[in-house]
């Protein structure tokens, strides 16, 4: 039987997964904080067809000269990466390169999150109608939303930067 290994923060976390998965899998708990693990067994069967699946993948990109392809799994989309030549998939590699996606995806979020604020209240409108505007206004500029929203958060000015600066115009206007 395979086992598929997720390292948890914390012992509460892991317990926290396996309740997410809800006897989707055989899961148990092993080590304890800083380096929890859940351990999900997989069926012999499954396990196989598994790793034959992205075996087969990871081979056809590698043949045909293709770094990664999008696969599906219902509603989800995942990166496979083609393995290097002569060299099996890496699962490390995989899940660095989701990490950086997903970092990538949470920085742009918190852009455009500060932009829809800014906005709504620059307009006087709801969020939702200040990102629909802001939407708008990237595909009619044929830029991207993320471009958009750091342009429209780089017009705030900082209030630390501001209190340095008074403070410095002060202390040059008041005599020594």
Same mark, same amino acid.
């Given at each position: 039987m395979d086992v598929i290994r997720v390292r948890t923060? &914390?012992?509460a976390h892991a317990q926290r997964l396996i309740a997410a998965l809800d006897g989707e899998f055989s899961a148990t708990l092993n080590g304890g904080s800083p380096s929890t693990e859940v351990e999900l067994r997989l069926d012999s069967e499954t396990a196989t067809k598994l790793v034959g699946l992205f075996d087969a993948v990871g081979v056809w990109? &590698? /043949?045909g000269g293709l /770094?990664?392809?999008q696969i599906g799994f219902g @509603?989800? &989309?995942y990166t496979l990466l083609a393995a290097l030549l002569n060299k099996p998939n890496d699962a490390a590699a995989f899940l660095l390169e989701r990490t950086i996606q997903l970092q990538t995806a949470l920085d742009s979020r918190v852009v455009i999150e500060q932009a829809k604020g800014i906005l709504a209240e620059r307009e006087a409108i709801s969020?939702? @109608?200040a990102f629909l505007k802001m939407r708008g206004q990237a595909r009619s500029r044929r830029v991207k939303l993320h471009d958009l929203a750091a342009g429209i958060v780089s017009t705030v000015s900082n209030p630390a930067e501001d209190g340095a600066a008074r403070q410095s115009h002060v202390e040059e206007a008041v005599p020594g």
């Open positions: 923060p &914390s012992t990109l &590698s /043949d /770094d990664a392809c @509603e989800r &989309s969020p939702d @109608e």
